[in-house]
Each structure stands twice: as structure tokens, then as C-alpha cells.
Nanobody, 116 residues
């Protein structure tokens, strides 16, 4: 079983920066990718960024050039550096871990609020 714990959310003014962190613990078998999702009030959860086991990354268009996903060498922590934040980035951000043949694991979420 995998546990994911996010941290680093908070309140920031537009144009500011935050760094989210996700610590993974438990049993890992074949990690395919780790990702960050977000869910704004009244909206569906959306994928923000992914880092694959190959170290390739993917970003949705709205965060390209502003957000950077990375992980540590042990591959048990994943980060999301968020720069030039906008009010529309306000959401609960969730960490996700995908393993081959197993259901996705999710963290409890961390609130990011960007004031205008």
C-alpha cells in the first residue's frame, strides 16, 4: 500500500511562487509515473503535470513555462515548482502515483489560493 502526503500549499499573491512537495511511502512495485492534479471549486479534477519513469515530463498548456515538476533521486518525492501564479491556479492540488497493474494512489490534497 502506498501513502502520499502533500505539503507546501498556501495563500500567495498573483505573480508569486509556491513549491509543492509530495512524499511517497509504502510498497512500490513498478512506478510508471507521478503527477500533480488540481481541482478548483465546481470544476472537475484536471491533470497539471506528469513525470514519467523515463524522466520525461508533460504539462497542460495553461502551466507550461510557469510550473516545473521534478523528483528526487530516490524517486520517493515529487515536487511542483509554481511560478508566476495566477488567480485561476487556485485549487486543491493532489499528488498521484501510478503503478503498473495497480489502482492509482492519491494524496489528501493541499490548498493553493492565489489572490489578485
Amino acid at each position: 500500500q502506498v501513502q502520499l502526503v502533500e505539503s507546501g500549499g498556501g495563500l500567495v499573491q498573483a505573480g508569486g511562487s509556491l513549491r509543492l512537495s509530495c512524499a511517497a511511502s509504502g510498497s512500490f512495485f513498478s512506478i510508471l509515473a507521478m503527477a500533480w492534479y488540481r481541482q478548483a471549486p465546481g470544476k472537475q479534477r484536471e491533470l497539471v503535470a506528469t513525470i514519467f519513469s523515463s524522466n520525461n515530463t508533460y504539462y497542460i498548456d495553461s502551466v507550461k513555462g510557469r510550473f516545473t515538476i521534478s523528483r528526487d533521486n530516490a524517486r520517493t518525492r515529487v515536487y511542483l515548482q509554481m511560478n508566476s501564479l495566477k488567480p485561476e491556479d487556485t485549487a486543491v492540488y493532489y499528488c498521484n502515483l501510478r503503478q503498473r497493474g495497480l489502482p492509482d494512489s492519491w494524496g489528501q490534497g493541499t490548498q493553493v489560493t492565489v489572490s489578485s
